[in-house]
C-alpha cells in the first residue's frame, strides 16, 4: 500500500513538472542555441589584478563553447573594495569584508548596440590574524573566489540572454 502511494506520488511530481514548460538552459550540448551564441562572445581585456583574474575566469568558462568567429563584445568594469569591520577595543581590525562587483555589457559588433547592460557581484569574509602574510595570502585567495563566482553569474547571464534572443527569433 505504501509503495503505490509513493509511485503515485512521484508520478504526479514528474506530470507536474513537465506542464510547467522547464527547459535545460543547454539543450542541445555544444551545438545548442545557448552554446554557440556563448562561442562567439569575445571578452575584452579588464584592468588590474582583479581584472585578469576576472577574464581568466570569463575566457574558461567561455571557451568551452567554441564558436567560429565573435559577434559580441563583453565588456567588463570592476569594483574591488575591502572594508574592515571587526574591531576590537583597541581600535585594531578583526574583520575584513572583500566586496567585488561587476558592471558589464554585452555590445553586438554587426551595429556596436549594447545588448545586455547588468551588474554581478559577491563578496567574502575575511579573517584579519597577527600574521600580515597570513592576511594578505587570505585577501588574494579571497579576490580568486570572488572573480570566479562573479565570472560565474555573468556567464549564467549571458546563457539567459542567448535563450530570450533564441525565444524571440523564433517568434
Do not use: H
Not at 588590474?48 to 576576472?54: F, I, N, R
Request: with cysteine.
Amino acid at each position: 500500500m505504501m509503495r503505490i502511494r509513493q509511485i503515485s506520488v512521484l508520478l504526479l511530481a514528474s506530470a507536474m513538472l513537465v506542464s510547467c514548460g522547464l527547459q535545460p538552459l543547454y539543450s542541445g550540448g555544444s551545438n545548442g542555441v545557448v552554446a554557440t551564441q556563448l562561442g562567439d562572445v569575445a571578452v575584452e581585456p579588464i584592468q588590474g589584478k582583479a581584472g585578469w583574474l576576472m577574464r581568466n575566469a570569463l575566457n574558461d568558462q567561455l571557451s568551452t563553447f567554441e564558436g567560429s568567429e565573435a559577434k559580441y563584445r563583453l565588456i567588463v568594469e570592476l569594483d574591488d573594495k575591502i572594508a574592515g569591520f571587526g574591531v576590537r577595543s583597541n581600535d585594531r581590525i578583526t574583520r575584513e569584508r572583500r566586496t567585488l562587483r561587476a558592471r558589464y555589457q554585452l555590445v553586438r559588433l554587426s551595429d556596436s548596440k549594447v545588448v545586455l547592460d547588468a551588474t554581478a557581484g559577491s563578496d567574502a569574509g575575511i579573517d584579519v590574524v597577527s600574521s600580515e602574510y597570513a592576511t594578505v595570502a587570505a585577501e588574494e585567495t579571497a579576490l580568486e573566489n570572488l572573480s570566479t563566482r562573479v565570472a560565474d553569474q555573468i556567464v549564467k547571464r549571458l546563457s539567459l540572454f542567448a535563450r530570450e534572443q533564441a525565444s524571440a527569433d523564433e517568434n
